[in-house]
């Protein structure tokens, strides 16, 4: 049986020795298994490539898988998921964030049979910034009830899948990838695991508020098409309100003789009107840009360095 982990890593050479001695150390413990590290290295601009070359000399199970530039971590994760070839496939941080030392709980719940996957998710969000919680609770609240990607709040990306399910992710070939979206959509029986929080090891988080802000805007507009369907009610509702108005004057000066006053409102309303139109305009544009960016259909992600034989390009 053949398990492989699946570790993104970009600007990571503070947390990286101390995650591979922890992996280490866990397979150790499970001699029954046999293990593959493939180490996506996202175009680090420090000495996370030269650890990860470091690393593979002496320890045949690590396999690297180097990006010409930064790519982001979804394509690093996707580089990972069509090289892997293990039984079982786990994604996980290189930051000790998703702890290794959960793998042998994972792998027995999977042993067990009834399960695909095993996935993770904080018990609390304690320790993270108000409004951050706010924003995100908000966030998955909202894209449960508009797309059926069925997300989980305070999912992690950790998780330990058979091979299937790997195979289904593949195959989900799309450019503007969600994990947490495309991991809900693929389906397949899953565990939830939950644990205490744990704080990155070394080094800096990647994602700063604004980057998680649009990150979450792309889940909804990946997994969801509600935002059109709001443009178009709204359209709807507006030539209803314009209609009953427009009847409303007509009878006021026909019938009371009354003239027209007040063009302030009419500018308000003028702006009010305008102002929607381009929000609508930029949700369908949001759409348009997501389709212009499939059908060009680059490649996900540019391999520069391996000492994989035959890496998979996708
Ligand atoms: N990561 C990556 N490419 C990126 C950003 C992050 O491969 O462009 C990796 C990073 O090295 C780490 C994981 O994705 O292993 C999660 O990143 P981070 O810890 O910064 O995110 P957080 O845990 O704060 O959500
Ligand atoms: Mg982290």
């Not at 413990?29 to 070359?53: N, R």
């Not at 994760?77 to 994604?91: E, I, L």
């Not at 964030?97 to 969000?125: C, F, H, W």
């Not at 994990?179 to 939830?192: E, H, L, R």
Request: charged share 25%.
């Amino acid at each position: 049986m053949k398990i492989s982990l699946i570790v993104p890593c970009y600007n990571e050479e503070k947390a990286l020795p101390l995650f591979y001695e922890e992996v280490k150390r866990v397979s150790g413990e499970m001699s029954d298994y046999e293990f593959e590290m493939l180490f996506i290295d996202d175009g680090s601009k420090d000495g996370t490539l030269s650890l990860l070359q470091e690393f593979a000399k002496n320890d045949e199970r690590v396999k690297y898988i180097a990006f010409s530039r930064n790519f982001g971590k979804e394509a690093a994760m996707y580089a990972g998921f069509c090289n892997a070839t293990g039984d079982y496939t786990a994604v996980m941080d290189a930051d000790m964030q998703d702890p290794p030392s959960l793998l042998p709980e994972m792998v027995k719940i999977l042993n067990e049979g009834e399960y695909d996957s095993v996935a993770t998710r904080r018990k609390t969000r304690k320790g993270e910034p108000k409004i951050r919680s706010f924003f995100a609770k908000m966030f998955y609240k909202i894209m449960n009830k508009i797309s059926d990607a069925n997300i989980v709040d305070g999912a992690r990306d950790f998780r330990l899948m058979k091979r299937d399910m790997v195979e289904a992710i593949v195959n989900m070939c799309e450019s503007n990838r969600f994990s947490k979206g495309i991991f809900g959509w693929v389906g397949f029986k899953t565990y939830w695991l939950s644990y205490e929080n744990v704080e990155r090891v070394a080094g800096e988080s990647k994602w700063s508020f604004w980057r998680l802000f649009k990150y979450s805007l792309d889940g909804i507009t990946n997994f969801s098409s509600t935002p059109l369907k709001l443009a178009s009610v709204s359209g709807f509702f507006f030539t209803f309100v314009a209609l009953i108005m427009l009847i409303f004057v007509f009878v006021r000066a026909l019938i009371f003789n009354d003239p027209v006053q007040g063009w302030p409102s009419l500018v308000c309303i003028i702006l009010f009107i305008g102002g929607i139109q381009l929000f609508c305009i930029g949700i369908i544009g949001q759409y348009i840009s997501k389709m212009y960016i499939e059908t060009k259909k680059r490649p996900h992600y540019i391999v520069a360095k391996t000492n994989k034989e035959d890496v998979v390009k996708k």
